[in-house]
């Protein structure tokens, strides 16, 4: 190898303009000239570096990062054992086709994945370049198999952007608004969400799962259900964690129907929760499971990793795409995944939960616009409403909140069907420090937010 290896990025806060800086505004005139405006931009600070847990942009600014891109730099930003494949891989080929002539990089991942996923049955796989071309290639693989064609999503639920996982996705704006008619043969249940359950967060599971099987029966029949597509802790929709067994059930329902029950771990997957996969919790073991993000350490890469007869149900070519299972962004999967062995993050993942639940619970004692706490690993959010009980959304101060984190230099996320839950999505290769300054810096923002 002739590359020489970056220096590391100083893992301290560091602000030397106010933000965005002018080199990033400069890049930002040039981007509403030439980007669609359908792109929105959280925080216009253009990077320039990034790991560890900072983002260095273009003015020199390094700022902390509490989103990982949306919980895709699990193992860090440039990761060592990441960056090390990828040069090594670029060097040797970049593309050829795994239809037209295939290569050991993908058949490796996907032994990955048979051994990393819940369960202990054979499984395989097949790879593509985005969670939302999962997502659509589990469908057409569980149609596949049944020969059947209704798909159930849940309230809440986000699944991607293209028109069949538009269909699957709860949440009009701004994902779906003005982009349909979208794909047939969806439907919708409530979702177990504990805080907004109508009987109370004490009967949810029961209830929650009642409305399940009366959504299946009544309008789509069990025998016409082809999927259940379900995350098992929801991401966009507001990181609901759904109570304790009503995974179970839903799970044992569609192997009762033979309905195939299709976990997307796409944001909750590779120890973003403290285990490899969410379902591990809840040692519910789906018959596929759609994963991304995490999985290739900021390369695009997705999998769909099954069950090996509805796998193979499929007849040959029908699965497929020229990029998909491309070996740089393979050989960088299988640094992530190396990665996330050797450092043990899902051990980390549950250190990270005790530093923000411990601070987080602090502050909803405090305030009590916080009506929840919750989430798994580090993937977790407060969820912000009107206070004294009433749980009516406020994302007027969750964007405010936002806003002055964004100031600070801490890249923040909201989420939540209603826009009024926080989200900490921080790399695991966060050092505590930043993952302690992060915290103050949103305490601080949410005093000067709510005293306004
Ligand atoms: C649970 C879940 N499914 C699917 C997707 C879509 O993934 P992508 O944006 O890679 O298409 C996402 C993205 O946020 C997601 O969180």
Known sequence: MTSTPATPIDQQRKLVTTLPGPKSQELDARKAATVSSGLGVALPAYVARAGGGILVDVDGNHLIDFGSGIAVTTVGNSAPAVVAAVQEQVADFTHTCFMITPYEEYVAVCEQLAELTPGNHEKRSALFNSGAEAVENAVKVARTFTGREAVVAFEHGYHGRTNLTMGLTAKNMPYKHGFGP???????????????????????????????????????????????????????????????????RVAEYCHEYGIVLVADEIQTGFCRTGDWFACDHEDVVPDVITTAKGIAGGLPLAGVTGRADIMDSVHSGGLGGTYGGNPVA????????????EQDLCGRAKEIESIFLNRLEQLRAKYDVIADVRGRGAMLAVELTAGAGDLTPDPTLTGAVNKLCHEQGLVTLTCGTFGNVFRFLPPLSSPDHLLEEGLDIFEDAFARATAA
């Open 182 to 248: 979208f794909a047939p043969e969806i439907y919708r249940a409530p979702m177990a969400y504990p805080l907004r359950w109508p009987g109370g967060p004490e009967n949810c599971a029961e209830e929650a799962f009642k409305a399940f099987v009366y959504v299946v029966h009544t309008q789509v029949g069990e025998t016409n259900c082809a999927a259940v597509v379900i995350e098992p802790i929801q991401g966009e929709g507001g990181f609901v964690v759904p109570p304790a067994g009503w995974l179970r």
């Open 330 to 341: 393979c050989a960088a999967a299988l640094g992530a995944m190396r990665t996330m062995r």
